[in-house]
């Protein structure tokens, strides 16, 4: 069966833009592509985190951003370009992520996550497409999450976030993949970050940064579009997806 993406087999030279590098699945990816010959702009609000991990890699620059300051995307996003002299990839990580049960919604607490973790990425896929569009290629890669698949404990508006991000990149892939754009959704599991530190609750099949870099690297290498891991808990969840509200719900209370 045809590959929905073309394959990156071949990181030497590529012109990478990591938005939320500083720490997790961002920094593990940068410091694997910078080992396969990328060039990279990095990006994070923690601008000594990125100086510090750009000054051990080779062909990385620092870029500091915030991803809810939209005339700052615009001006990252510009000075990606003038930096690198062009863009192939764009990897959309920025991510927040705070426990919520419906009961400790507020204002507050839910633009703070939607800020971050939708309408940053929706915001930094405007920024980069026209320069695409004009150059007739590029790959727009968006960290997403298993928790987009269905509504689940303590994930009031992490959730809707992600399910969102999934939606979204569903319906760009349709009108840019004929115009030579291909994009990706990550659906990570439970990855060992400073975000997922804040669970209270045993994460099944939790990995390393690592190793989830490895997966989005292997996903990519095979032009995949959705690329979910680890398969042993991702398949599970979306199994789940299928089932009648009133069975899901049983069994994630049970779970829970």
Do not use: C
């Amino acid at each position: 069966m045809k590959s929905l993406n073309p394959k990156i087999t071949d990181w030497r030279g590529k012109r990478v833009w990591i938005v939320g590098a500083s720490t997790g699945i961002g920094e593990a990816l940068a410091r694997e592509l910078a080992a396969r010959g990328a060039r990279q702009v990095l990006s994070a609000r923690g601008i000594e985190r990125l100086s510090a991990l750009t000054a051990v890699l080779q062909g990385a620059v620092a870029l500091r951003l915030d991803v809810s300051d939209v005339s700052a995307m615009q001006v990252a996003a510009q000075e990606v370009v003038r930096l690198l002299g062009g863009l192939d990839v764009v990897i959309l990580n920025a991510g927040t992520y705070q426990p919520l049960r419906a009961w400790e919604l507020t204002p507050e607490n839910i633009w703070a996550t939607l800020n971050v973790n939708l309408l940053g990425v929706m915001d930094g896929v405007a920024m980069v497409l026209p320069g695409m569009l004009a150059a007739g290629q590029g790959h727009v890669v968006i960290v997403g999450s298993v928790a987009g698949y269905r509504g689940l404990p303590k994930a009031a508006v992490y959730g809707p976030s992600k399910a969102a991000l999934i939606n979204f990149a569903e319906s760009i892939f349709m009108d840019l993949k004929p115009r030579g754009i291909a994009v990706s959704i990550v659906n990570p599991g439970f990855v060992a970050t400073p975000l997922t530190a804040q669970n209270d609750f045993h994460m099944p099949a939790l990995i390393t940064p690592q190793v989830a870099a490895a997966e989005i690297l292997e996903g990519l290498a095979k032009g995949r579009f959705e690329i979910h891991f680890p398969k042993r808990f991702s398949y599970g969840l979306k199994l789940l997806q299928i089932l009648p509200a009133r069975i899901y719900f049983w069994l994630v209370s049970r779970a829970a």
